[in-house]
């Protein structure tokens, strides 16, 4: 069946999160290295994320530094200048190809701003935090579908995790797309579950053509 929409995750598929997690390094007074290396623990590992911080920070509650910097830094997280350089241009490619694209993904409210001013392509777009809705709850994929008006098999949903992204946009019917690229990605690329997936690309580069593959177009 045709595929005529596209959703995309948003961090590590449109948003490269290095700076961002490098500025939490940063503000909470320890090495950038090391709270990468707490952030692959705990991805591996199958942890809370929270748990990241209690490792570099154990004494402080993860929760009340996730309050404190909020209070000191409101706007933290990512911006504009984070995108991935093959973002734009793969959704623009698929727009071109007659394809709608939506941006849907676990973000907080104020990366709702971030992306309507990112200049990317897009005909929705999806916050968790502003629908109340997270992934991996079946609810959020059905909303996708909803707001498009699509069967689940005529939408691709693109994401680096294997266990937020692949495995529920699988099961609701979606065809799932793997991007192997950042933490989760390359950790979780060689589980037996990312073969759930349709599709396996390292880059948005390999998306369009092969989208086409699978679809015979």
Known sequence: MRIEAVFFDVGEVLVDETEVW???ADWLGVPRLTLGAALGAAVERDLPLLEMFRMVRP???PEDLLRER???QP???FSVRDLYPDAGPCLNGLRRDGLRVGIAGNQPRRAEA???DSGLAHDWLVISEVLGIEKPDPAFFSHLCRISGLEPERIAYVGDRVDNDVIPAAHAGMVAVHLRRGPWGVIQGDRPEAARARLRI????ELGPGLAGLTGA
Do not use: F, K, Q, Y
């Open 22 to 24: 490098g500025t939490w």
């Open 59 to 61: 004494d402080r509650e």
């Open 70 to 72: 909020a209070r000191d």
């Open 75 to 77: 706007d933290h997280g």
């Open 114 to 116: 971030v992306l309507r």
């Open 202 to 205: 390292s880059s948005l580069d």
